[in-house]
């Protein structure tokens, strides 16, 4: 209740303050339009709307495509709960060592977001200037939930289930006898990729939401290949959770295997936290280090 009054007077001391960029001498009137000035109108014509830190984001800085100073994303790397509960990035991502920094990874330099994980396989884990940064291994780990949902994050992915699907799209995604036997079933199993967890059908069963999430069906051969918000899209423009012979680029694949970062957030975290937004702009800008 306290920090909720506490962003109550922050958002009204922010607005009086805006406010009082309106009483300016008259000569003013004739100057171009700043960005405060832009954004007192919209405010008085009722465009924007300050509730809270979501919106407060979006409406000061993703709006108006405000440039994103990597001073700021350092920060981010470098305080708990930044993005969700748990510890600073550079806790465990500090070096490109990997035997001192999981995956080789260093979040406490621009050159080393920009550089990735340097343990081989060695990649980048976004491209600066990206117009769909949610969709890179950066983006991924701070916004996708591994499923089944609620799965800890310690639960070893190299199993013959994972194995299975992993080696099926591998070669190919076909609808063929190892499929429907080795592994379609897996899906309609509880337990299969981890201990008291449903079957993925128990959430993704048709291509109508409800009552599937994401309108995705993981029932037959034919709904996984057709993907996901099949009805919202449009079935051309569906989206595909298989990419046949590249199992790191499936989404199907992706969610079993990869934990949401930091290591054992809760699914019930935002996954659109405003600072991850921020941190998503910030590559989509260009990531750029001054």
């Known amino acids: 209740m306290q920090q909720r009054n506490w962003r109550k007077h922050a958002a009204s ?3 009086t303050c ?3 960029l309106s009483v300016l001498p008259a000569a003013a009137d004739t100057m171009p339009p700043t960005l405060n000035h832009r954004w007192l109108q919209d405010l008085r014509d009722g465009k924007v709307q300050l509730d809270g830190d979501h919106s407060a984001v ?9 440039p994103i100073p990597y001073d700021y994303i350092a920060t981010l790397m470098r305080t708990p709960n930044a993005f969700g509960q748990g510890p600073a990035c550079i806790v465990c991502h ?10 080789g990874l260093n979040l406490s330099s621009c050159e080393g977001l920009r550089a990735g994980s340097r343990e081989t396989p060695s990649r980048p884990i976004f491209q600066p200037g990206q117009k769909a940064p949610g969709k890179s291994i950066l983006g991924r780990r701070m916004r996708n939930n591994r499923m089944p949902l609620g799965v800890h994050f310690a639960v070893s992915t190299d ?6 699907v992993r080696r099926w799209i591998a070669d190919g995604a076909s609808n063929d006898a190892r499929f429907n036997k080795d592994v379609l079933p897996l899906f309609s199993r509880d337990n299969v990729f981890a201990p008291n967890t449903p079957a993925c059908t128990t959430c993704h069963m048709s291509n109508q939401e409800p009552p599937s999430f994401h309108e995705l069906d993981l029932s037959s051969y034919e709904g996984i290949m057709l993907g996901a918000d099949s009805v919202a899209k449009g079935v051309n423009n569906a989206t595909k959770v298989v990419i046949p012979g590249k199992p790191e680029d499936s989404g199907l694949f992706q969610h ?17 936290h ?6 998503l702009r910030w590559i989509e800008q260009g990531a750029r280090c001054n």
Do not use: F
């Open 159 to 164: 199993t013959p289930a994972y194995a299975a």
């Open 274 to 279: 405003p600072n991850t937004l921020i941190l």
């Open 13 to 15: 001391a922010l607005i």
């Open 58 to 66: 979006e409406a000061l800085i993703l709006q108006r495509d405000i």
């Open 18 to 20: 805006l406010l009082g």
């Open 94 to 103: 500090s070096s490109t060592n990997p035997e001192h920094s999981y995956r």
């Open 256 to 272: 079993l295997v990869e934990d949401r970062m930091p290591p054992g957030i809760s699914p019930t975290e935002d996954r659109d």
